[in-house]
């Protein structure tokens, strides 16, 4: 059984992975960053007894992630930078909250990268190591429409992260992908979206358990469709 890391599983996709990952019995680290979510996280992980862990950081905070990475004790084969936001209210091209669309490039952007960088040196190098930024098809050049212009814009450079990524990871046989997991009922995709979080996040560990490094540098979807960059 594989060792998965799941930054963001307090609640929506990421939380419905660790729980269906507990269920097959993989050995999963889960992070949150509000302590109410605790009891919610450890049912999710309850099937696991001793091999389910719950560690604590904000992805923006460089000091507590490496507080948390210093906690693992088993190598991670599967990475999922999955925490993410939607931002302001005001984030249109004509309209735009700067601070609040500056912290979303921290989370959205910048907090993945954060969180390869704490967790690279505890992941498993000589056996198929994987590590799935959670974009969003809005990040594609290829996707029109013009709403929600800090998240889309956020979700963009992260792919232009996961590409980098790849790239440099390469010769260390490390897999990359950006992943768009849908358009997911979650309190981010509201209750208008045509995916139940099961189905989003069944598919997500579907298309995670059967990278290969011939997938590094691709950008797909929770069905493993490619998409544009
Ligand atoms: N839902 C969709 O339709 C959809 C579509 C495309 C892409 N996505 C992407 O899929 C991922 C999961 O989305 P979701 O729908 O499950 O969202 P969600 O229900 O809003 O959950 C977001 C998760 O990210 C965590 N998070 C947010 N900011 C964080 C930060 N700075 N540090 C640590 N954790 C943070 C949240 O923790 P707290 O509980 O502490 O806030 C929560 O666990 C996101 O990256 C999102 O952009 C979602």
Redesign the pocket.
């Known amino acids: 059984m594989a060792h998965w890391l799941i930054?963001?599983?307090?609640?929506?996709?990421?939380?419905?992975m660790a729980r269906q990952l507990a269920l097959r019995g993989e050995t999963v680290t889960a992070?949150?960053?509000?302590p109410s979510?605790h009891d919610r996280v450890a049912a999710a992980l309850a099937p696991l007894a001793g091999r389910g862990r719950i560690v604590a950081?904000?992805?923006?905070?460089e000091a507590a992630l490496h507080a948390a990475a210093a906690q693992i004790e088993t190598p991670i084969d599967v990475l999922i930078?999955?925490?993410?936001?939607?931002g302001p209210m005001r984030q249109s091209s004509t309209d735009m909250d700067f601070d609040g669309a500056l912290d979303l490039l921290?989370?959205?952007t910048l907090?993945?990268l954060r969180v390869v960088q704490a967790f690279l040196p505890f992941m498993r190098r000589d056996d198929n190591p994987r590590i799935v930024l959670?974009?969003?098809?809005?990040g594609s050049m290829a996707v029109g429409g013009t709403f929600n212009v800090a998240?889309r814009a956020s979700?963009a450079g992260l792919n232009r992260i996961a590409q980098c990524l790849a790239a440099d990871l390469k010769p260390d046989g490390v897999t990359v992908i950006a992943l768009?997991?849908?358009?997911?009922?979650?309190?981010?995709?509201?209750a208008a979206?045509d995916?139940s979080?099961e189905d989003?996040a069944a598919g997500v560990i579907s298309v995670c358990a059967g990278l290969t490094h011939a997938d590094t540098g691709r950008f797909l979807d929770y069905r493993g469709q490619d998409l544009p960059w």
Request: glycine share 16%; proline share 4%.
């Open positions: 930054a963001g599983a307090s609640r929506g996709i990421g939380l419905e992070s949150l960053r509000d979510a950081f904000d992805t923006r905070d930078a999955n925490a993410g936001a939607y921290s989370t959205n907090g993945p959670m974009s969003s098809r809005l998240y979700k768009h997991p849908g358009w997911v009922r979650t309190d981010m995709g509201g979206a995916l979080v989003s």
